[in-house]
C-alpha cells in the first residue's frame, strides 16, 4: 500500500547533528530528506564554525611555531611569513572537501535533500521555500536541527565591517592592528589565538573575574596566563556597555566592576580597528513557524523537549543547538543519533555526564565531567591526581611541555569523576577519559593500563596514579 506521506523523516538542517541523524535513520530502513537552506551542507560547524576556525588555528599555531620557536631546536628557516590569502583560500578548500563530503554520504545511504528554507503549514506538513518556488512535503516525523546564531548585544549591533561576529573573523581578509573581542568563552579565545598570533593586538574584555567560566577555575586561570604570555590582553569583570567612532577611529566602552565590591567603576574606553562580539549563541528557530505545528520554546527560544527529544507536537522532534544543553557538534550528533534510534523503537541514549569539551587554543585545554568547583559546591569528597607535562618525556621531545593533566575522583570509590587537561593534544588526549568515565572507571584502573612510552597519555596515567600519590615521574 502507498504510504500516505512523502517521507518517513524530514530533517531540517544539515549540521553535525542534521547530517548524521539523516544518515543513521536512512541505515535503520526510513526514506529520509534533509532540507537545508544553504547550498553547502554541513551546518554552522563545517560553514563558518569548527572547521574554519580549526584551519586558521592550525595553521596559525604552525606559523608561530616556524617563526619564534625553531632556531632553538635547531631549524633555520628565515623571514617566516604568513600569507592571508592562500590560508583564507585554503580554509575553503577544506570546507568544500568536507561539505561535498556529505553530499556523498547522503547519496551512499539515499538520503533525499533539498536546498531551501522549511517552514511548518501543519504538524505533518512543511513548506519548503527556495528561488526555485514553493513546495509542499509531507513526512511521518520531522527532526528540527536548525542550530543556533550568535547573540548580539544592544548597542553594539554587528555591522559586519567593525562590529562582527565568528562568521566574519573566520574570513577577514587583512589583519587588523587592533581588535577587540568581547568575551572570553571559547570562541573569544579561539578567534583572540588565530588574530593575535597573525600580527594583531588583541584585547579581551569578560564580565567574568577569568576566562571560560563554567570551565575548573584552575585550568581558567591557567589558561588566562598562558594567553597572556602569547601577548593577549584582559580585562576581567568588565562590561562591554557601547561603542562610539570619531575621527580618531573606533572606541570601544566598558565598564570595569570591582568583583570583591560590587560597585561599579568609571567607565573606559579601547580603540579597536575591529570588534569581535562573541558573548554566546541563541537557538535558531527562524522561518520555522514553530506555532503551525504546536512546538513550544522555553524563555530563552530554545525548543522544549522530553528525555526522547520529543518537542510538544508528538511527530516533531528537535536535537542540538536548537534545545537545552552546550552548543557542540559532537553533542548534537550524539542527540541525533539518540532521537532516530529512538523514533525506530532502538535505545538511544546520550550520557550527558561524558561530553568532553574543548577550547582549542595553543596549549588546547580540554575536559570532562564535573569541575573541582562543582564537586566542592555539591558536597562530593573527592581526591586529586596531576601531573605536568614537563616531566613528560614525550612532551618534551615535542618542545611543548607546557601544561597539566588534572583527575578528580571519588574519595570512597575511586571512580573518575572529572579530568582536566591543558596541554599538546589535549582535544585528543581527552579521548582515554571519556572512555574511561563513560566504562564508570576508577583512577586505579587508568593507573594500571599500560601506556605506550613516550607518549602524551603518559601523563593522564600519571596524574592517576597522583590520585593515591604514587607517581613515578615527578
Ligand atoms: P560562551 O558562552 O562560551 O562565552 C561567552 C563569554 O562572553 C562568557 O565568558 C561570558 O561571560 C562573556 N560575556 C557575555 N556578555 C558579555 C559582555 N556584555 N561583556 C563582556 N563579556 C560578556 O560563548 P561563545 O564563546 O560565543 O561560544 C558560543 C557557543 O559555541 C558556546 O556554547 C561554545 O561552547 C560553542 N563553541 C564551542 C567551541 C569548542 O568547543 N571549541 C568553539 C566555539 C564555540
Known amino acids: 500500500m502507498a504510504k500516505a506521506t512523502d517521507f518517513d523523516l524530514v530533517v531540517i538542517g544539515s549540521g553535525p547533528g542534521g547530517y548524521t541523524a539523516a544518515i543513521r535513520a536512512a541505515q535503520l530502513g526510513m526514506k529520509v530528506l534533509?532540507?537545508?537552506?544553504?547550498?553547502?551542507?554541513?551546518?554552522?560547524?563545517l560553514r563558518v564554525g569548527c572547521i574554519p576556525s580549526k584551519t586558521l588555528l592550525e595553521t596559525t599555531e604552525k606559523f608561530v611555531t616556524a617563526r619564534d620557536r625553531f632556531s632553538r631546536i635547531g631549524i633555520k628557516?628565515?623571514?617566516?611569513?604568513?600569507?592571508?590569502?592562500?590560508?583564507?583560500?585554503?580554509?575553503?578548500?577544506?570546507?568544500?572537501?568536507?561539505?561535498?563530503?556529505?553530499?556523498?554520504?547522503?547519496?551512499?545511504n539515499k538520503v533525499e535533500r533539498m536546498l531551501g528554507t522549511a517552514s511548518f503549514t501543519g504538524s505533518k506538513t512543511i513548506k519548503v521555500t527556495s528561488t526555485s518556488g514553493e513546495k509542499s512535503i509531507s513526512a511521518e516525523k520531522f527532526l528540527i536541527a536548525t542550530g543556533s546564531v550568535p547573540i548580539e548585544l544592544p548597542n553594539l549591533k554587528f555591522d559586519g565591517k567593525k562590529i562582527i561576529s565568528s562568521d566574519q573573523a573566520i574570513a577577514l581578509d587583512r589583519v587588523p592592528e587592533k581588535m577587540v573581542v568581547i568575551g572570553a568563552g571559547a570562541i573569544g579565545l579561539e578567534l583572540s589565538s588565530v588574530w593575535s598570533r597573525l600580527g594583531a593586538k588583541v584585547t579581551v574584555l569578560e564580565i567574568y573575574h577569568t576566562t571560560l567560566p563554567g570551565a575548573d577555575e584552575e585550568m581558567s586561570k591557567l589558561m588566562e596566563k598562558t594567553l597572556r604570555e602569547q601577548g593577549i590582553?584582559?580585562?576581567?569583570?568588565?562590561?562591554?556597555?557601547?561603542?562610539?567612532?570619531?575621527?580618531?577611529?573606533?572606541?570601544?566602552?566598558?565598564?570595569?566592576?570591582?568583583?570583591k565590591a560590587g560597585a561599579a567603576a568609571a567607565e573606559t574606553e579601547l580603540p579597536a580597528d575591529v570588534v569581535l562580539v562573541a558573548v554566546?549563541?541563541?537557538?535558531?528557530?527562524?522561518?520555522?513557524?514553530?506555532?503551525?505545528?504546536?512546538v513550544q520554546t522555553d524563555s530563552r527560544g530554545r525548543i522544549t523537549i522530553n528525555h526522547a527529544f520529543q518537542t510538544t507536537a508528538a511527530d516533531i522532534f528537535a536535537i542540538g543547538d536548537v534545545?537545552?544543553?552546550?552548543?557542540?557538534?559532537?553533542?548534537?550528533e550524539e542527540e541525533g543519533v539518540a532521537a532516530v534510534e529512538l523514533m525506530a523503537g532502538k535505545a538511544g541514549h546520550v550520557d550527558y555526564n561524558t561530553i568532553p569539551l574543548v577550547v582549542y587554543t595553543a596549549p588546547e585545554l580540554a575536559w570532562v565531567g564535573k569541575t573541582q568547583e562543582e564537586l566542592t559546591t555539591q558536597?562530593?569528597?573527592?581526591?586529586?591526581?596531576?601531573?605536568?607535562?614537563?616531566?613528560?618525556a614525550r612532551a618534551?621531545?615535542?618542545?611543548?611541555a607546557h601544561g597539566v593533566v588534572k583527575i578528580l575522583a571519588d574519595e570512597h570509590s575511586d571512580r573518575v569523576l572529572g579530568v582536566?587537561?591543558?596541554?599538546p593534544q589535549a582535544s585528543s588526549l581527552i579521548a582515554e577519559a571519556v572512555m574511561a568515565m563513560a566504562m564508570g572507571a576508577s583512577s586505579e584502573d587508568i593507573a594500571r593500563t599500560c601506556h605506550a612510552h613516550p607518549s602524551l597519555p603518559e601523563a593522564v596515567r600519571e596524574a592517576a596514579l597522583a590520585v593515591e600519590g604514587r607517581m613515578i615521574n615527578s
Open 233 to 259: 590582553a584582559f580585562h576581567f569583570a568588565s562590561q562591554a556597555t557601547g561603542i562610539k567612532e570619531d575621527k580618531t577611529g573606533l572606541k570601544v566602552r566598558f565598564a570595569a566592576k570591582d568583583a
Open 396 to 400: 618534551l621531545c615535542m618542545d611543548e
Open 379 to 392: 558536597g562530593v569528597k573527592f581526591r586529586t591526581g596531576k601531573f605536568r607535562f614537563t616531566a613528560n
Open 420 to 423: 582536566h587537561i591543558l596541554g
Open 280 to 294: 554566546g549563541r541563541k537557538a535558531y528557530t527562524g522561518e520555522l513557524n514553530l506555532a503551525a505545528a504546536g
Open 34 to 45: 534533509c532540507v537545508e537552506k544553504e547550498p553547502k551542507l554541513g551546518g554552522t560547524c
Open 77 to 108: 628557516c628565515d623571514n617566516v611569513a604568513m600569507d592571508l590569502p592562500v590560508l583564507m583560500a585554503r580554509k575553503e578548500k577544506v570546507v568544500d572537501t568536507l561539505a561535498t563530503g556529505i553530499a556523498g554520504l547522503f547519496k551512499k
Open 323 to 332: 534545545v537545552a544543553g552546550p552548543m557542540l557538534a559532537h553533542k548534537a
